[in-house]
């Protein structure tokens, strides 16, 4: 049997994709890369942002034709969307077979050999006090060096133009024996770098008496053999505690790369917005961490033409990147999403002035992130081998900042999960070129 599966969004989607992979492999299918040469046709979505919604409705208009000319053919739909929408979607889709939320993940194959047998559509959207899914654990492919590991999953914060309360249900952290578990399963396996996801990675164990701490958390899996970095996302500025910009300049194997989102600079749309916490507030968290890891890399999210955000309001936003200097940013404009507070906002910021805005914000970010990788040339940096690069003739592997660095070496010297002392010869406009340094 074949799966064909296709992810939008976030890294918490491709960490849920991995886990999708994995069941089904254990029941001898095997991934292709073509819908038409599937049985089975799975779309794990997002709905943090309106396209993903539409990519949805474009992809099973291509899909479900497919039926025709293999009627044995299931298609299933699941995350953000699948949980929002519910049966909804097979009524807006007939063809679709199945619709699976986010804690649902690990009934995915009973429902497909269900829905084989009886031939009925099948929907499961329910919430459960402990999401589905969150316990499998994918072995990695043979190569692999550097895994996503999911840590907790949903959201207490309710910010108000979010949706991710509604669609992934409320903050779970799993066990920390369990996940220590999973890692060293990892390292065993060959993996060197582990990315720790969740929606709110920062509050982790918070709400779970008797559980460890984010920063313990980060501690123990310091400890795990093999393991040579530790990077997580995505985290809240208002629960970066001291004690875990303490842990920064503690563990060696801890990035210097910090994914802080900001979302906006005026303090009158961070309320709208319920944040919880001030422009001068989230400054001075930045500044405590570099006064930890002076080089930190930050990266964040930023939303432009938010309900009511004024030309002043956007331009303390460009102040704020202009004053964080971020290595990158991920700026959307907003879109109002179902059921969210904001969507009832009544003052929306015109589609044309979204546009502008965000068009001015990427352009003002493009130039600083660029002078951020000129002021790399000439230094020495660790860089973690990940393959071969794009455009090929080259490897490629990341600081540990983040940072893409080609470099050129001959064929067979090195390979994946090699951590090689790079010379930064020069700066592209979204990596780093270098040479491996004597
Ligand atoms: S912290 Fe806010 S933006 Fe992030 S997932 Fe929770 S509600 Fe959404």
């Known amino acids: 049997m074949k799966i064909y599966l296709e992810t939008y969004g976030c890294q918490m989607n491709v960490g849920d994709s991995g886990k999708i992979l994995h069941l089904f492999r254990q029941q001898g299918y095997?991934?292709?890369?073509?819908?038409?040469?599937a049985d089975l046709v799975v779309i794990n979505t997002c709905s943090v942002r309106e396209k993903p919604e539409l990519k949805l409705f474009s992809a099973l208009g291509r899909y479900i034709p497919l039926k025709r000319r293999n009627p044995d053919l299931v298609i299933?739909?699941?995350?953000c969307v699948a949980q929002q929408w519910g049966e909804r979607l097979q009524e807006k889709s007939p063809g679709l077979d199945i619709v699976f939320g986010t804690h649902q993940l690990d009934r995915l194959p009973e429902m497909v050999t269900a829905v084989r047998r009886r031939r009925i559509p099948l929907s499961r959207t329910e919430f459960g006090p402990v999401p589905g899914g969150l316990e499998v654990m994918a072995r990695p492919e043979s190569g692999t060096v550097s895994a996503m590991v999911t840590i907790m999953q949903g959201c207490d914060n309710f910010c108000s133009y979010c949706i991710v309360p509604y669609v992934?249900?409320?903050?779970?952290?799993?066990?920390?024996?369990?996940?220590i578990e999973e890692?060293?399963?990892?390292?065993?396996?060959?993996?060197?770098?582990?990315?720790l996801l969740g929606q709110n990675v920062n509050s982790y164990g918070c709400k779970t008496p008797g559980e460890i701490g984010f920063a313990e958390l980060l501690r123990q899996v310091a400890g795990i053999d093999g393991i040579a970095r530790i990077r997580f996302t995505t985290s809240h500025p208002k629960d970066l505690t001291d004690e875990l910009i303490a842990v920064f300049g503690e563990l060696?194997?801890?990035?210097?790369?910090?994914?802080?989102?900001?979302?906006?600079?005026?303090?009158?749309?961070?309320e709208r917005m319920g944040r919880g916490y001030s422009a001068s507030a989230y400054l001075e968290k930045v500044?405590?961490?570099r006064r930890v890891v002076p080089d930190?890399?930050?990266?964040?999210?930023?939303?432009?033409?938010?309900?009511?955000?004024?030309?002043?309001?956007?331009?303390?936003?460009?102040k704020m990147l202009e004053q964080v200097r971020y290595d990158q940013i991920f700026s959307f404009k907003y879109s109002p999403r179902p059921g969210t507070r904001a969507a009832a906002f009544a003052d929306m910021v015109s589609e044309e002035e979204k546009k502008e805005r965000l068009a001015r914000c990427q352009a003002f970010q493009d130039e600083i992130s660029f002078a951020i990788l000129a002021e790399q040339v000439g230094r020495v940096s660790e860089v973690m081998v990940t393959g071969p690069s794009k455009r090929g003739g080259e490897w490629s592997g990341r600081t540990p900042e983040n940072r893409i660095v080609n470099f050129p070496v001959a064929a067979g010297e090195i390979g994946p999960g090699e951590l090689l002392r790079v010379k930064i010869t020069e700066a592209m406009k979204h990596s780093l070129r270098g040479e491996v340094a004597p």
Do not use: N, W
């Open 30 to 37: 095997e991934p292709v890369a073509a819908a038409r040469d």
């Open 76 to 79: 299933a739909v699941g995350g």
């Open 168 to 179: 992934r249900g409320r903050e779970y952290s799993r066990p920390s024996r369990a996940i």
């Open 183 to 195: 890692i060293e399963m990892l390292a065993a396996a060959g993996v060197r770098e582990v990315m």
């Open 252 to 270: 060696e194997k801890l990035c210097p790369a910090l994914h802080l989102p900001l979302q906006a600079g005026s303090d009158r749309v961070l």
């Open 287 to 289: 500044e405590k961490l």
């Open 296 to 318: 930190i890399a930050l990266t964040t999210d930023i939303i432009v033409g938010f309900p009511g955000e004024s030309e002043a309001d956007f331009a303390a936003t460009l």
